[in-house]
Structure formats: structure tokens, C-alpha cells
């Protein structure tokens, strides 16, 4: 089979591979290369996956779909982080989501900054 993990910014993984295990609402499941075409949605958590030298890779996903169609399985969600071990992965994931919280408290801030301006200038009109 060949998984594809997209990102809106990369295709972080193109390969082959013998199994992939992911989760959706309802629970884990396996696919195998015999298994009827599927599409599940994912929630964010773990996605793993076994190469066709038996080595076990894991992918850190958001939400997300997962399709499988022949022998190909794409998966396409907002974020994911490639990691060989899961304590690596952790340190990863937990890093970004620091960055991303960071980012999102000064997206908050301008945009509160950016509302208090607009109110300034429409009080000012209405005055004018």
C-alpha cells in the first residue's frame, strides 16, 4: 500500500507501507492491503504505521479524513508531526502546541487592539 499524510502546507509522508492503525470517533482500526476501501473520520491522536521493512513509525494527526482506496491510503488534516517513538513525538507535538498557543494570544491581542481602534475612529465620526 501507500499512505500519503497531507498537510494545507506539505505532504509530509509518501511512502509504502504494510499496515496503517489510526482512530476515528468509534474507536482504532487496522488497515491491511486486502481491506474493502474505507473512509473514516479521524480525531486528533495517534496514527501509526509499518513499513515494508517492519519498522513502526508513528504520526501525531489533528482531525482529519482518512481514505483508503485500492492500495492507497490518504490522509488529510490541518497539522501532523512524523516521530519514530512516541516519548520524541510527545516533546514535538507538546512544543508546537506551545508555539501555537503563543501565536494564537498574539492573533487575540491585535485583533483586540485592531477592535478598540475601529471603535476610536466610529465614536470619532459620530462626534465629527
Known amino acids: 500500500?501507500?499512505?500519503?499524510?497531507?498537510?494545507?502546507?506539505q505532504v509530509l509522508i509518501d511512502r509504502p507501507v504494510s499496515?496503517?492503525?489510526?482512530?476515528?470517533?468509534?474507536?482504532?482500526?487496522?488497515?491491511?492491503?486486502?481491506?474493502?476501501?474505507?473512509?473514516a473520520a479521524l480525531v486528533p491522536g495517534i496514527?501509526?504505521?509499518?513499513?515494508?521493512?517492519d519498522e513502526e513509525v508513528f504520526v501525531a494527526v489533528d482531525e482529519g479524513i482518512l481514505v483508503k482506496c485500492d492500495r492507497e491510503i490518504l490522509v488529510s488534516t490541518r497539522n501532523a508531526v512524523e516521530g519514530s517513538d512516541l516519548e520524541t513525538l510527545k516533546?514535538?507535538?507538546?512544543?508546537?502546541?506551545?508555539?501555537?498557543?503563543?501565536?494564537e494570544k498574539l492573533t487575540r491581542s491585535a485583533l483586540a487592539q485592531f477592535e478598540v481602534s475601529m471603535m476610536r475612529r466610529f465614536k470619532e465620526l459620530g462626534h465629527g
Open 47 to 53: 496514527l501509526s504505521f509499518t513499513t515494508e521493512t
Open 19 to 39: 499496515k496503517v492503525i489510526a482512530e476515528a470517533e468509534n474507536g482504532h482500526f487496522c488497515l491491511l492491503p486486502n481491506h474493502i476501501d474505507f473512509i
Open 1 to 9: 500500500m501507500k499512505l500519503k499524510v497531507l498537510t494545507p502546507i
Open 91 to 103: 516533546h514535538t507535538v507538546s512544543e508546537q502546541f506551545q508555539a501555537l498557543d503563543e501565536k
